[in-house]
């Protein structure tokens, strides 16, 4: 299989401060890692995309120095959500592709964050 | 930019009856087309993709899907439901030509009556 795990599964910080989310394929290297977010009773959007060893590329609207993202290794990439604010709030997804099969995403149960 | 489009955000199906969850995309390709389903607290599951080929695709847990180049469409279906197949479904498409990102419809929402 291809399993994808997100740590922690629940957090909930201060305003003002930041938060890291993990992002781990278990089982295979992830060429490209994916950050989504979910508000509740809504669809996911694509955050950043990123690859090992690369800046993540943002979209639209997405504020970099906000939400940091590093993809050190082929297995690990993290999200970091700096002097949070209570409109962070929300369900933070993370999904990997191999480079094998790079439209085939698997994704983590994702992570959910409360600010304060 | 592509897009998707989910119309029903609530369908209500009783057990053991048929189903049938709309999708329509936009895009200016052939696109790459998944379908996806969250249950409460988890992660999503693919249930089934279209990349090229046979237009009607099978899937997990007796899901299929039918991709309609002339209706834009990729609608996902199953003959009988069952009370655990509850869950947000959601619709999503990649362009091609790379690991891109996915984008997703809004999602429905199916509720099983017994």
């Known amino acids: 299989g291809a399993v994808v795990s997100q740590h922690p599964s629940r957090v909930i910080c201060k305003s003002g401060t930041s938060v890291k989310i993990e992002c781990r394929s278990l089982?295979?290297?992830?060429?490209?890692m994916f950050w989504y977010r979910q508000f509740p009773k809504q669809s996911l959007m694509l955050m950043a995309t990123?690859?090992?060893?690369?800046?993540?590329?943002?979209e639209q609207g997405v504020e970099k120095d906000k939400f940091l993202i590093n993809h050190a290794s082929l297995t690990l990439s993290t999200l970091t959500v700096t002097s949070a604010h209570p409109e962070d709030s929300s369900f933070y997804i993370c999904?990997?592709?191999?480079?094998?099969?790079?439209?085939?995403?698997?994704f983590g149960p994702g992570t959910r964050l409360t600010v304060t | 930019a592509q897009s998707v489009t989910q119309p029903d955000i609530h369908i209500t199906v009783s057990e053991g009856a048929s189903l049938e969850l709309r999708c329509n995309y936009s895009?200016?390709?052939?696109?790459?087309l998944f379908w996806y389903v969250q249950s409460p607290g988890q992660g999503l599951q693919l249930l089934l993709k279209?990349?090229?080929?046979?237009?009607l695709v099978q899937g997990i847990k007796g899901f299929e899907a039918e991709f309609k180049r002339s209706q834009s469409s990729f609608n996902l279906r199953k003959p009988s439901v069952h009370w655990s197949d509850a869950a947000e479904y959601f619709c999503?498409?990649?362009?091609?030509?790379?690991?891109?990102?996915?984008?997703f419809g809004k999602g429905t929402h199916l509720i099983i009556q017994p």
């Open positions: 999904s990997a592709s191999k480079a094998a099969s790079l439209h085939e995403q698997y």
């Open positions: 089982d295979f290297q992830a060429t490209t």
């Open positions: 990123s690859n090992e060893g690369s800046k993540a590329t943002y």
């Open positions: 895009y200016g390709a052939t696109p790459y």
């Open positions: 279209y990349f090229s080929g046979d237009t």
């Open positions: 999503a498409v990649a362009s091609g030509g790379g690991a891109d990102g996915l984008t």
